[in-house]
C-alpha cells in the first residue's frame, strides 16, 4: 500500500469516527444550561469591589450538521458585586453558540440583550440600564447522553457603571 493509500485511509477513518462521535454525544435537541462563574471587573469605574460571582439560566435548541453544532439560546444572569444584597447585576440576552459535535467540544459563543444595575452610594440607590452583551468560548465534556459539563471565559459590556467585566467559570448541561 502506497504513502497516499495509506493517508487517505487514515483520513477516512477519523472522519467516519468524528461523524460517528458527533451523532452519539450532541443529538438535535432543547439545551438546558446552569452556569457559575468567578467575575471580575476589567476597569474601575468608582464601583465598591471589583470581584463577585454570577449564575446563569440558559435555554436554547442545538441543531447539528456533521461534526458542528449551532445552538441559538435565550438565557438570564444576575452578578453580584461586594455583597448579595448590593451591586447586583440582572441580564436578559439571547444569542447562539457554535461548536464540534465531540464528545471533548470547544465552542465559541455570543449573546446581547438588556441589563439592569442596581448599587447603594452612600446610602442612595442607584439604577443603571442597558445593551448589554458578551462573547467567549467554552470546552465541554459529554459524561453520558444527555448531561455534559465545561468551562468557559467571556467578556461582557455592561451598561454604566460597570462597562466590562472578564468571566471564568463552569457549567452543566442537559440535552434532550
Partial sequence: MS??????TC??????????AS?????DGLVVGVDAEWVRAASDDGIPSDEGFGVHARLGYQSEALILYLRPEIGGSATFFDSIDEDVNWRAYGGARL???LPISP????H????WYNRTVLGAEQDENGFTWDFG?????????????GAHI???????????WLTVGGHVELIF
Wanted: hydrophobic fraction near 45%; proline fraction near 7%; aromatic fraction near 8%.
Fill in 137 to 149: 468560548g467554552a470546552l465541554d465534556l459529554t459524561l453520558f447522553d444527555p448531561l455534559s459539563v
Fill in 11 to 20: 483520513a477516512g477513518l477519523i472522519g467516519a469516527s468524528l461523524l460517528h
Fill in 112 to 115: 446581547g440583550g438588556y441589563g
Fill in 23 to 27: 451523532t452519539s454525544f450532541a443529538d
Fill in 107 to 110: 465552542a465559541v459563543f455570543v
Fill in 99 to 101: 461548536g464540534l459535535a
Fill in 3 to 8: 504513502t497516499s493509500s495509506k493517508l487517505l
Fill in 154 to 164: 467571556s467578556y461582557t459590556m455592561n451598561p454604566d457603571p460597570i462597562p466590562n
